[in-house]
């Protein structure tokens, strides 16, 4: 049975970018090689990727969170540095717009995996 990597938002915003952290930053090089050794075992990989559009700062969580951060296609919106080059075509990408998914639920359900990890 096949384990599954979920990789939550490790974009560059939440890296080195706005919101970003010097500890974030550390986890990079681990994160690759945990990625790469998910592929390698042909075990199943899902980047979700916090997603704002251009009128974040009108939004609910724009108003709590007054920073503009991972808005689509900018370069914070991307993944962050290793992990970024480690993710293969073929990965799972679930965009989410607030903190929740409920895309990410829906395809979970009905699945079945050895092994969940969840990265935060
Ligand atoms: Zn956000």
Known sequence: MKKLLIVVDYQKDFVNGSLGFKEAEDLDEYLASLIDQYHQNKDDVIFTF???????????????????????????????????????????????????????????????????????
């Open 50 to 120: 916090d997603t704002h559009q251009n009128n974040y700062l009108e939004t609910q969580e724009g108003k709590n969170l007054p920073i503009e951060h991972c808005i689509k296609n900018s370069d914070g919106w991307e993944l962050y540095g290793k992990v970024n080059t480690a993710k293969k075509e073929y990965d799972i990408c679930i965009e989410k717009t607030t903190f929740g998914s409920l895309e990410l639920g829906n395809y979970l359900k009905g699945k079945a995996y050895s092994q969940n990890m969840l990265i935060l």
